[in-house]
């Protein structure tokens, strides 16, 4: 099994907190594979640079992200968001071109997107499969 993890799980991993940890600790002692995209990584790396204590913050995020893969935004992914991309806006449905790409990068890499993200939990990508881990269960 593969989980490809969001920034807002990460988050929640960084800021320990309790259910997150247990879930990502369950996962690699399960021998899951743990992943991360590099928009994901983008997005927590501007969040440390842009926050109090950035040095701190750069090496705690070092300090996670050696426990996982990072996975490259390919070509692929990229072919996938454009599909993605339209066939929502067919339905008249908007949804970030972040979210997006991790949504693809997921469906690529064959991997659940594990996100706290409501616009990704909403089923409105229906190759894409999701998991809450935060404890706060959004969705249909």
């Given at each position: 099994m593969k989980f490809l993890l969001d920034a807002n799980?990460?988050?929640c991993a960084l800021n320990d907190t309790a259910g997150v940890r247990r879930r990502l600790n369950e996962a690699q002692a399960s021998g899951a594979k743990l992943l991360t995209s590099a928009v994901?990584?983008?997005e927590l790396s501007f969040g440390a640079s842009a926050s109090a204590r950035p040095e701190q913050n750069h090496a705690r995020l070092r300090a996670m992200l050696a426990r996982m893969e990072v996975v490259?935004?390919?070509?692929?992914a990229a072919q996938r968001f454009g599909d993605i991309k339209a066939s929502l806006r067919r339905r008249?449905?908007?949804?970030?071109d972040a979210d997006l790409q991790i949504a693809s990068t997921a469906i690529v890499?064959?991997?659940t997107l594990?996100?706290?993200d409501q616009a990704l939990l909403d089923r409105s990508i229906p190759e894409l499969r999701t998991e809450n881990w935060t404890g706060r269960e959004k969705g249909p």
């Open positions: 799980v990460l988050v994901v990584v983008g490259p935004f390919t070509e692929t008249g449905l908007a949804r970030g890499e064959d991997a594990v996100t706290d």
